[in-house]
């Protein structure tokens, strides 16, 4: 059975008992512009295609979702390693996720020429990491032997007019490194030896005319664990 409730006045108070039903589906139901605090509302069916305005928390992002992402490229001209120490190519980039379960994808590119004066010329890159202001770890480390890395090799035989080798490097890694604090991400780079004048150069291929710069690129991606 249906009952009609009375004329209310401004201030009235409806106090709906348990099992009742208030059917309003006849009338137009005018909310106030700002709604009073309420403690255990479930909105869970609320339409996201609804929320016309404001910003989505970083927690509620799906998985997988892009959170942000930060890019950094070298300038200054010609980088050149001729140590077996490795030693800093000057592509760097830093980023603070914003959630401690993000995942953080890095992209590297950039131009390097591998070169001596005679003889075999080898050499590689390692890509490192930095939380935090601590020390740096290795992420990725080339090819190499007890001397040296040997990742990248020119191999001159006696006689032809070679002495230099120019290539284009692509790096790419997925880390999980399990922090809100700043990470520094850098590459590094080292010759096999120092005989023979080995060095490797980053920055300016020097062909073309034009500087090839290297670029470093870091993707926060939402993730659930």
Sequence with gaps: ?????????????VDIPSGVTLDISASTLTPPATMPASSGVNLTALNADNISSGTLATARMAAGTVVQVVGSNVSGGN??????????TGATVTITPQLATSKIIVFARGVYTIQASTGDVSGGMKLMRNVDGGSFTALVGPMADTTGPYEIRLELASGPNINGLTGYYNYVFYDDPDTTTACIYKLQASVYSTANSQQIRFGNSGGGGGAQSQQMVVMEVNSDS
């Design 1 to 13: 059975m249906a009952t009609r409730l009375r004329r209310l006045t401004n201030g009235d108070t």
């Design 79 to 88: 980088v050149d390693i001729a140590s077996t120490t490795y030693t800093d």
